[in-house]
């Protein structure tokens, strides 16, 4: 099973720039938007009826900020979820911030975390969010259930996950209370799947800067994570940046799942 997690930055907008045709040669197995930046009424036709490469058509589900143009997630998914939920809290769910959609092996988790802005402004709201994500990946464990959690993260972990870590360091996606974040979230039985494949290695970035021809030079940020329950790890059989995609400031990340069951963290 492939799934893919994209930040497309306004999904009309990447539309116009071959999306669909994109998705029907790629024909993921599950597809994650974050930051859609549209409510469905919106929306085309092509982006209503998503195909697939075999022409079939995806069941789609969306969660959309109140305010216009803002934020929002999707899931496109071959296979209809036992249930599709956003995540319980008004505070977050009235941006569009997550769907969890239930695969009975797996709970998938498409989460576009919130941008903590500059000089910390909206770094509370940020830190909220991500002790509400752990909360629901610590609930769903605790009830023998693998977690899937995928999307924009706007964190880069470790000095080796942005090319300018020390310019950074004051910076919104690199603030030490949003590093100690990850940490936490790692030490509570959560592994970063490409971190765990690509151990040690530097260059591996999702996310780049429109300005200064920053993607042209590669010097970009890694903030968007496919992370699972430790115990699911030996079902990730690749996870993946795929830096050749264009259309958007970041590029899609993707993770390969073994279809053999193996058990969840008790």
Excluded at 44 to 49: C, M, T, V
Excluded at 145 to 168: Q, W
Excluded at 199 to 207: D, F, K, L, M, V
Aim: include cysteine.
């Amino acid at each position: 099973m492939r799934i893919v997690s994209w930040n497309v930055n306004g999904i009309r907008a990447v539309e116009k720039r071959g999306f669909a045709e994109w998705v029907r040669q790629e024909s993921p197995d599950i597809l994650c938007i974050q930051e859609t930046k549209a409510d469905p009424a919106q929306l085309s036709e092509d982006l209503l009826n998503l195909k697939a490469g075999n022409g079939a058509v995806y069941h789609d589900y969306w969660a959309s900020a109140k305010r216009r143009g803002y934020s929002g997630t999707a899931i496109y998914s071959k296979t209809r979820p036992r249930s599709v939920t956003p995540l319980g809290l008004a505070a977050f769910d009235d941006e569009g911030r997550v769907l969890q959609a239930d695969y009975g092996d797996f709970v998938l988790i498409c989460a576009y975390f919130p941008n903590s802005q500059d000089a910390g402004a909206r770094l509370g709201y940020k830190l909220d969010f991500c002790a509400a994500m752990l909360e629901l990946c610590d609930r769903l464990v605790a009830a023998g259930r693998n977690v899937v959690l995928c999307g924009d993260y706007n964190i880069a972990h470790t000095s080796i996950d942005l090319a300018r870590p020390r310019e950074n360091e004051s910076n919104a996606g690199y603030l030490p209370e949003e590093r100690a974040w990850m940490d936490s979230f790692t030490a509570a039985g959560y592994a970063d799947t490409f971190r765990e494949q690509h151990p040690g290695e530097t260059g591996h970035y999702s996310w780049w800067s429109y300005r200064m021809e920053a993607r042209k030079r590669n010097v970009g940020w890694r903030i968007d994570y496919h992370c699972v329950n430790r115990s699911f790890m030996d079902r990730v059989k690749k996870s993946v940046i795929r830096n050749d995609v264009q259309g958007s400031d970041h590029c899609p990340i993707e993770i390969l799942l073994s279809t053999k069951k193996g058990k969840s963290r008790k």
